[in-house]
């Protein structure tokens, strides 16, 4: 079963948004075993619609996912272009009308004019609801395809699909057919080495691909041969990728961490430099996190270093921010500081400006609990924002794996 | 001038990676007029590259970027599709292969044999060299298309245009035809009604996108009669926009804030809950933020409010964390304890869980400084992500609009 994704706008063809709804679309369908096999994106532009949707029509997909150009803006057309598409016609909906007036009203906001745009709706379309926001969604069947239209905001689309879509539109049970396996902590090239003997052995049943990002490196299993159990086959990989491999699927390190410390009853606390703010986002990005983030302090400058994490400004002076020797005072003292179990720290040279004789990419991140005191050394020179990623990643992972050391 | 994107790769159709490479071509290559018509994204398929090129090709594009499927894995395979499209073959390069090789000697890691393959190159094609990584990139042409081949790592790839194609392959000024006003504060539809009368006043002489993101509404203007000047158009819109205009093209409400503070040479310092960090990750991705952005707390738990922003704990329970007078009270505390000129706070209900009877998506940002007092309040309900970064965006707005209230 196989899925097309047409997202639609000129901002993101111009790079003022990024496309996050393909990239979550194509992981929420493929636990139902439907796979995205090619996402496009297109300008504002009716005919440009219209010439595209007919290519994919024609294309034979099972599934068509179109986000964007729902708005009530002169520029958001696709209504328009999906009704001269299909031949069909826009009508009023005066109740739905009158629902969006009082939401506004509600709120003491008058509507502005242009949303009455909302309120009309193609004839031969089923309407999909929206809970978050006032432009609706659209079914349409075209031979074998079944054809969605939604909104481009991300919160409003997920919604769509979740509590509609997947549930009734396309009932389809969750798949065994693929297998993802999380891992961190280790380069594509070396995961490959380690588990090329497995990947030969299994090369007639499953199909294999590693998934690099700044977050780790995923390997999907897909499973062609349906003689074998593909819990076996992951369990394997899974083994042999250790300590590397954390988790399938939907698994993440913040959420590994969540659960391992929610446990263990630990709580955690952060001394952040060079990473600004980015591990205690990814910490909090999980509903209940507060239960064990306590939170933390960004020393972005080196008075809030000594200031506030009680660094020893002859420690600056002697080894510089960007050593060992600070790192380790910095989770001391955040540690202290809060009373958490366990005590986090980065400090590092993101770049592009170096310091000193200290190589730009260069970073040392401390754990200090009641019985670990870590300190790591890592050169990530790719850049500013990956520096800052890649940075976050390895404390994630060394939280995750702090018991092992 | 007209350009399509062609990015590969398993890991974006099935989500595993954010395309971030075509928003960032996108934004890159409109400066210099040339407009991306279509973004595709297929997967790590050797006849699906073939078929997909050969499309492209026949669409006639100035110019095709290629991302992806350069690096050393067994699925990594555009090499071989493009070797394959254009009748080349592969040559191996010795002194490259050596090159790489004592690379990976200096760092004091031994080459994974597989990397070989980074050392053979299509015959035809002519050498993009990588500064960042070990994949080179390639450039072909046909008929009257430029195609550009590239490693999928944003950090090699964006090097690759900045450095080697733009300035040397591509070699076009800067476009005067199309700038981008950016607006933060104000929603797209009542944007809309602001300028609409503008808008039909030239609407034979320009085209105009409304781009709205977490980040504010970009509005975009796109001269098509050469006769007008297009600064003074960009001039009126920019006036009615205000105050919600700050800025064109490239700005950012960071950069913004960046320049003001280091003109009145004022620091800044957050006390983030909700936001969890989110603010202090967004200004600190400046280059030398140090100068102003000292740092701040993340008090995400209400342990940290009273301990290190010395929250009063009577406070916290007369009127809770999500408060007015909590908020005022976090400004106040980063403030006094870092020595920054200015302080500010978030305090908020990011769900999915309510607080007792206060409603998800309510949040208050307080800012504090030698001689103002500021506390706003929103309701930003469409979800835990969308609430967290729409809080960051109006917190960066209040620090950019400040010496307006």
């Not at 057919?177 to 995961?191: C, P």
């Not at 699927?249 to 959420?255: K, Q």
């Not at 980065?346 to 609990?369: F, W």
Request: hydrophobic share 35%.
């Amino acid at each position: 079963v196989n899925a097309c994704i047409l997202t639609i706008g000129d901002e993101l063809l111009q790079g003022n948004t990024v496309n996050t709804n393909s990239s979550w679309i194509g992981r929420t369908l493929i636990k139902y075993d439907i796979i995205v096999k090619k996402i496009i994106t297109i300008g504002d532009d009716i005919e440009s619609i219209i010439i595209e949707m007919r290519y994919i029509l024609n294309s034979g997909y099972d599934y068509i996912f179109v986000t964007g150009g729902l708005g009530p803006t002169h520029d958001d057309i696709t209504k328009n272009a999906f009704v001269k598409l299909f031949n069909d016609k826009l009508i009023f909906n005066q109740s739905y009308y009158n629902k969006l007036k009082s939401k506004y009203e509600k709120n003491l906001i008058k509507m502005p004019s242009i949303n009455r745009s909302q309120a009309m709706y193609p004839e031969k379309a089923n309407i999909i609801p929206n809970n978050f926001g006032s432009a609706l969604g659209m079914q349409y069947k075209d031979k074998n395809s079944n054809i969605f239209v939604m909104p481009g905001v991300p919160e409003e689309m997920k919604n769509m699909i979740n509590d509609y879509i997947l549930p009734e539109l396309i009932n389809k049970p969750l798949s065994d057919n693929v297998i993802t396996i999380k891992t961190s902590g280790i380069m594509e090239s070396k995961l490959a080495e380690k588990v090329n003997k497995i990947i030969i052995k299994y090369s007639n049943s499953c199909k294999f691909a590693f998934l690099p990002s700044y977050y780790g490196v995923s390997f999907r299993i897909n499973r062609i041969d349906h003689n074998i159990n593909i819990q076996d086959v992951k369990d394997e990989f899974y083994k042999a990728m250790e300590p590397y491999s954390f988790g399938i699927n939907d698994d993440t390190l913040e959420n590994y961490i969540a659960n391992k410390l929610i446990t263990q009853k630990h709580t955690i606390a952060l001394a952040e430099s060079c990473t600004g703010g980015n591990i205690a986002k990814r910490l909090s990005s999980i509903p209940g996190s507060s239960k064990y983030f306590l939170g933390g302090i960004v020393a972005y400058s080196n008075i809030l270093k000594t200031k506030l994490l009680h660094v020893n400004l002859e420690t600056l002076n002697k080894f510089g921010a960007v050593s060992k020797q600070v790192a380790l005072e910095m989770a001391r003292g955040i540690r202290e500081n809060t009373k958490a179990d366990i005590g986090i720290s980065t400090t590092g040279i993101s770049g592009p400006d170096s310091l000193g004789k200290k190589p730009i990419g260069l970073v040392y991140i401390a754990l200090v609990s009641s019985n670990k005191t870590i300190v790591k050394k890592y050169n990530f020179n790719f850049g500013r924002n990956a520096h800052r990623e890649l940075t976050t990643t390895a404390t994630l992972n060394i939280i995750r794996l702090s018991d092992l050391f």
